[in-house]
């Protein structure tokens, strides 16, 4: 099939990639000629594993190309508009700007028959409205949301979990479409679930709701756990047995971050009171506080290791990125807790394996460095926020060596406390005696 994607950021650029690797000629459409540039070259804009081999291939078969000219939409039988929800400053809302504006663009150069999918993460009733003039040209709408991770995201679009299309009742066409898109997908057996626009809207954000919820559920029970002296990756185990529960997503911690979860659980809250239903998510304002307070609680115990107070004391930050294999920061608890410590008067030095120059944008105040060994360089306290397998197995005798004090903060709870301690180190944990 000949596709259009509006929108190269993460999405969409990921998107447009994987189709050509499917087998299909993909245009990929932004406004950002930088970005553009970038991917045309054959080259990723963010870091995401396997998306360069992916961009290389689809670019040396000709299946791929991309363009700042949305005229190139034209002559396409299914268009995807890919582009970002943020949240609106001062707000908890989505900012919807980019899809009308993506939307506005697309609807001259549509043609009768052709398919109009949403991918954004959108709040419920906006595919509803833009039906209405897509479907005026002689198009049609269908909503198709996203479930990818940060990281997986190549091997995500792939090979989904689960396809949901959501469309207008009795639109058979707009289902066969798509199902000649996700063919290879459909023929390896994978859950297809065909909806309506409102239910497919919500499928995302409720997914997210849900994830964010078992997230910060079991950070407030580590915060009960530090009250009681029990250990809350015993308790996380001990209850994922359940197979009602489960143990994914049980890691208590700093807490979430990145561009999905916190506003799209926001925006949730905000269109629920728009609709009048707010008291029914009211408790993910609850999620949200508890989220936000693990990264105060590490700052706490970076405070209480260093004898009350952090002004002038050199601490080494391992990770910004908000989880790993991503150089992802948007609302990072990693880099947020580095530039509160700062803000205290510490000398923060940070590393991380793909995050320095997103994070350098946004906090250019901290002390960029190549390596946890030259972050830790007489350090009084070494805080290890982001998972990064190579922070994960860091030898604690060998790393112990260069450090100012051997004080560590474990904010994953990923490392061995027995084996740090018994090398000398001050381990502290979330939720871990």
């Not at 990929?28 to 080259?43: F, N, P, T, V, Y």
């Not at 949301?145 to 792939?158: H, I, K, M, S, Y």
């Not at 920061?329 to 803000?343: C, E, Y």
């Not at 490392?415 to 939720?431: H, I, M, S």
Request: glycine letters at 10%; one cysteine or more.
């Amino acid at each position: 099939m000949r596709i259009s994607v509006i929108g190269c950021g993460y999405l969409g650029a990921v998107h447009a990639a994987c189709m050509a690797e499917l087998g299909h000629d993909v245009i990929g459409i932004d406004i950002d000629e930088h970005k553009i540039a970038q991917l045309a070259a054959g080259r990723a804009p963010f870091f995401e594993p396997g998306l360069p081999e992916v961009l290389e291939r689809g670019m040396a078969s000709g299946r791929l190309r991309f363009t700042t000219d949305i005229s190139e939409a034209s002559g396409s039988a299914v268009h995807f508009v890919a582009v970002g929800t943020p949240q609106i400053p001062g707000s908890d809302a989505a900012d919807l700007r980019y899809v009308d504006a993506s939307f506005s663009a697309l609807l001259e150069h549509l043609s009768d028959g052709d398919l109009v999918v949403g991918k954004s993460t959108v709040p419920v009733g906006t595919a509803a409205r833009l039906a209405e003039l897509v479907e005026n040209t002689g198009a049609s709408l269908a909503w198709n949301p996203e479930f990818l991770r940060e990281g997986f995201a190549v091997g995500d679009t792939l090979t989904p979990d689960r396809l949901v299309y959501g469309v207008r009742a009795g639109d058979d066409a707009a289902v066969a479409a798509l199902d000649e898109v996700y063919a290879a997908a459909i023929a390896a057996g994978t859950p297809r679930l065909v909806t309506d626009y409102a239910t497919a809207e919500l499928v995302k954000v409720a997914a997210n709701a849900f994830l964010a919820t078992k997230i910060s559920f079991i950070n407030a029970m580590a915060e009960v756990a530090e009250a009681t002296g029990a250990d809350v990756t015993q308790l996380a185990d001990a209850i994922g047995h359940d197979a009602r529960i489960g143990r994914r997503f049980l890691n208590a911690g700093v807490g979430f971050g990145g561009g999905c979860l916190p506003k799209d659980i926001r925006g949730f809250m905000a269109r629920a009171d728009e609709l009048g239903v707010g008291e029914s998510l009211s408790f993910l304002r609850d999620v949200d506080a508890i989220n936000l307070r693990r990264r105060e609680r590490v700052v706490q115990l970076a405070i209480e290791e260093l004898g009350g107070d952090v002004e002038g004391k050199r601490i080494a930050v391992l990770g910004l990125a908000f989880k790993p294999d991503s150089d992802d920061v948007r609302d990072s608890p990693a880099l947020d807790i580095a530039a509160r410590l700062r803000g205290l008067g510490a000398l923060v030095s940070v590393t991380d394996p793909e995050a320095i120059e997103t994070s350098r944008r946004v906090h250019p105040e901290l002390n960029y460095v190549g390596s946890a060994e030259e972050a830790a360089a007489d350090a009084d306290a070494v805080l290890l926020l982001t998972e990064w397998r190579q922070f994960r197995e860091l030898d604690p005798e060998a790393f112990g060596a260069g450090v100012g004090s051997r004080v560590i903060i474990d904010g994953r709870n990923v490392l061995d406390a027995t084996r740090w301690r018994a090398a000398g180190w001050t381990y502290r944990g979330l939720g871990r005696p």
